[in-house]
């Protein structure tokens, strides 16, 4: 399936985005719309960091971990994560770009390595669920970051 990114802008400077999103933890106060019930584990931020999710949607329980795979301060930061009993695996990157004006653009890519049979079968549907969750995440992330 292609991939799926979305993106935000927030009047912060590049540094102060990267050290927010390298903390795991405050991954939840974002993502907790959809990913509920969090648990932690590993090095509080940068490669090895690692969390656990139940998505929290009609339909599933499905449990998702995450490892964060890569962080390159103060531009990117890479998860790895499985999911749908292992048939989903997938690949989410953060870019954080500066702004002339010294705030900051952060784009989320995912990307499918593996997916479900559901998944595989009604892709358009799967990619537009991904895209509202994660557009309200950005939306939500950009307002917890907001002077």
Do not use: C
Request: charged letters at 30%; hydrophobic letters at 40%.
């Amino acid at each position: 399936m292609k991939p799926v990114t979305v993106e935000t802008t927030v009047q912060r400077p590049p540094q102060e985005v990267f050290e927010f999103l390298d903390l795991l933890a405050n991954h939840e106060s974002f993502l907790d719309h959809w990913l509920v019930e969090w648990e932690f584990s590993g090095p509080r931020r940068g490669v090895g960091a690692k969390a656990r999710a139940r998505a929290n949607t009609v339909g599933s329980q499905d449990w998702t971990e995450f490892e964060v795979v890569e962080a390159e301060a103060p531009s990117r930061i890479v998860e790895q994560g499985a999911g749908a009993g292992g048939k989903r695996r997938t690949r989410g990157a953060y870019r954080i770009d500066p702004l002339p004006d010294g705030g900051t653009r952060i784009a989320f890519e995912l990307e499918w390595l593996d997916a479900s049979r559901a998944e595989r079968l009604i892709p358009p549907l799967s990619r537009a669920f991904v895209r509202r969750v994660n557009a309200k995440a950005m939306r939500r992330l950009a307002k917890q970051l907001s002077p």
